[in-house]
T-cell receptor, first 115, second 119 residues
Framework: AQKVTQAQTEISVVEKEDVTLDCVYETRDTTYYLFWYKQPPSGELVFLIRRNSFDEQNEISGRYSWNFQKSTSSFNFTITASQVVDSAVYFCALSSAGSARQLTFGSGTQLTVLP | GAVVSQHPSRVICKSGTSVKIECRSLDFQATTMFWYRQFPKQSLMLMATSNEGSKATYEQGVEKDKFLINHASLTLSTLTVTSAHPEDSSFYIC???????????????FGPGTRLTVL
């Protein structure tokens, strides 16, 4: 069975601070995909990143960066110089390899960035 | 990126009525779509997998007679909540995978969600 754990239920930071959201996963698959989604108060899920299990290269996109550590089954997400607009619930998710697979979501982390 | 739409975005209905929610992939075809349910301040829970041209696959504990799913075409799946009750009030979200190349590195795109309130 697959499992995604986001131990941080809520995080509050002051604007311009850096913040890291943790994600630990469990799977028996040798090939899998990891995702991060942002859910603002409007409710719509916004896709942020997909990482394949065979690609451990870390990725940076603007103020966002992701650290994939296969050895510790973690896929952490860092926001640099946070902004108020970053306030949202962030979900880490996992899917098996192959097409059209459903996602297993973590419980989400509520990030609040204070002005 | 790919777009998935849902309609309606919000619905309020009386107990005992049925509500239909549509999920459309706007610029790609999806033989499979997924329906999730999200309670306030909780994560998304998969309800069922909608398969074009065949029966939906329901997750354990989800009543298939209550949550009817029809995948009528490669771009449309519908979820009908039959004889809705207050406990069915929730945020319903659909998703559709867009395949990308021979490695099947599909990405799930989510609809904006439908907030159902049953009075």
């Amino acid at each position: 069975a697959q499992k995604v754990t986001q131990a941080q239920t809520e995080i509050s930071v002051v604007e311009k601070e850096d913040v890291t959201l943790d994600c630990v996963y469990e799977t028996r698959d040798t090939t899998y995909y990891l995702f991060w989604y942002k859910q603002p108060p409007s409710g719509e899920l916004v896709f942020l990143i997909r990482r394949n299990s065979f690609d451990e290269q870390n990725e940076i996109s603007g103020r966002y960066s992701w650290n994939f550590q296969k050895s510790t089954s973690s896929f952490n997400f860092t926001i640099t110089a946070s902004q108020v607009v970053d306030s949202a619930v962030y979900f880490c998710a996992l899917s098996s390899a192959g097409s059209a697979r459903q996602l297993t979501f973590g419980s989400g982390t509520q990030l609040t960035v204070l002005p | 990126g790919a777009v998935v739409s849902q309609h309606p975005s919000r619905v309020i209905c009386k107990s005992g009525t049925s509500v239909k929610i549509e999920c459309r992939s706007l610029d790609f075809q999806a033989t499979t779509m997924f329906w999730y349910r999200q309670f306030p301040k909780q994560s998304l829970m998969l309800m069922a997998t909608s398969n074009e041209g065949s029966k939906a696959t329901y997750e354990q504990g989800v009543e298939k007679d209550k949550f009817l799913i029809n995948h009528a075409s490669l771009t449309l799946s519908t979820l009908t909540v039959t004889s809705a009750h207050p406990e069915d009030s929730s945020f319903y979200i659909c998703s559709a995978p867009q395949l990308a190349g021979v490695l099947n590195t599909d990405t799930q795109y989510f609809g904006p969600g439908t907030r159902l309130t049953v009075l």
